[in-house]
């Protein structure tokens, strides 16, 4: 079994910056591919990022491309997305996710293993 904490969320004003971050435990960490969803209220939960296993792949959604980065570091079992320019639209609950096997890491149905979310509010 996995362990996810995602952590970092808050409150900004649009055209702000956070950055999450998301603990695992329970499995070598290097050996998962790992991603952020989000959903907002009243949608379905969509894609953000994802990551390979060495970190040497990165995929965005279109709508976070060039203003989100996502990260990890295997050594801390960490995996982080830093997001600048924040928008009102980036409101939701944000969640990390992992897989050790997959085919296409935007699938939310590749992963395995979920967090619990942390909120992200952006005021206009």
């Known amino acids: 079994q996995v362990q996810l904490i995602e952590s970092g969320g808050g409150l900004v004003q649009a055209g702000g910056s956070l950055r999450l971050s998301c603990a695992a435990s329970?499995?070598?960490?290097?050996?998962?591919?790992m991603g952020w969803f989000r959903q907002a209220p009243g949608k379905e939960r969509e894609f953000v990022a994802a990551?390979?296993?060495?970190?040497?792949?990165?995929y965005y959604a279109d709508s976070v491309t060039g203003r989100f980065t996502i990260s990890r570091d295997n050594a801390k079992n960490t995996m982080y997305l830093q997001m600048n320019s924040l928008k009102p639209e980036d409101t939701a609950v944000y969640y990390c996710?992992?897989?050790?096997?997959?085919?296409?890491?935007?699938?939310?149905?590749?992963?395995?293993?979920w967090g619990q979310g942390t909120q992200v509010t952006a005021s206009s």
């Open positions: 996710a992992a897989t050790p096997y997959y085919r296409d890491l935007r699938n939310s149905d590749e992963y395995n293993y």
């Open positions: 329970g499995r070598t960490f290097s050996n998962l591919a």
């Open positions: 990551i390979t296993r060495s970190g040497g792949s990165t």
